[in-house]
């Protein structure tokens, strides 16, 4: 390599990029984007100069990640690529072949739970001492991801209000030396994930019940100082369905889909169920949920089965 040419190996500026971005992401964020690099991304493009990627190579990469990956995880992948490169190619003045590639625009295919199997699940779970307990109907009726349930504090539901603040959330992620992980507790995920939510009827009852006499900043799933590990909460769902004999595939984050499709089903306005949910858009709740159960949408078929006029004579 010739004088400035070593500045146009992509891995170079990659670990340039990373420390400018670790200046205004949270570290989750950070360890999310390091990750994806170190097992997908650098691998293909470390050693190539920034110069020479071009959309073959990137609509290439992105098409043989479509067989491992999901959609959000590989349009993560493709922005950390655009970013890298406009990075490099701003501050090394460096003319790019790369040009904006056409990612698919797939619809999820959001796996919810049966009313059969929240019937059973709910059954089970109110005579549970565990802290799955709580967390399940959290889940299932304020469509709070599981960080933000393991993170609830008594003194963010006001019950007079009736309603439920969140403002927090945990994950585990790895520690700075890298060799193991530690559980952080940081904002929301986005800034449209502070919100605040109110508690139906149902959830109401359930949690005056379960309240402590004197509300300070314990947390709601142990009424304890320390918080829960998330992947305690998964494994307690496991094993409860396993005790009642529900499909194992099962993972917690079905509980707010469930949330979300049952509200959507009951006829809730998808911008208040989009502000309930935390998302950063109408259009995400939109593409996710709206898409009723088959029986719902026979149901409203059905309201237009009387279409024929009597001919009155």
Known sequence: MKGDDKLKIF??????WLIYKSLNVKRSTLVKYENL???HILPVFSNRCINEIDDTLVSQFLYDKKQTLSLSVIKTCYYLLQAILEYG???????????????????????TLTKVQQKTLEEIAINSSKEIAPAIFLGLYAGLRIGEI????????DLKRKTIIVCRTVQRIKSCDKKKTELL?????TQSSHRMIPICKDLFEYLKGLRPNKID????????????????????????LKQCYLDNHIHFHMLRHTFATNCVEKGMDIKSLS??????????????????????KLDQMNKINHFLVDVVE
């Not at 891995?11 to 340039?16: A, L, N, P, T, V």
């Not at 393991?150 to 539901?157: E, G, H, K, S, V």
């Open 185 to 189: 507790i940081g904002d929301t995920k």
């Open 89 to 111: 190619s701003r501050k090394y003045n460096i003319s790019l072949k790369y040009y904006k590639v056409i990612l698919p625009n797939e619809k999820k295919n959001v796996k």
């Open 37 to 39: 690099l170190n097992h």
């Open 11 to 16: 891995q170079e500026i990659e670990k340039e």
């Open 150 to 157: 393991c993170a609830l504090r008594w003194q963010d539901i």
């Open 275 to 296: 502000e309930i949910l935390g998302h950063s858009n109408v259009n995400i709740t939109l593409n996710t949920y709206v898409h009723s159960s088959f029986q719902f």
């Open 217 to 240: 900043n314990r947390y709601v799933l142990n009424n304890k100082d320390q918080i829960i590990d998330p992947k305690k909460i998964q494994n307690q769902l496991k094993r409860l």
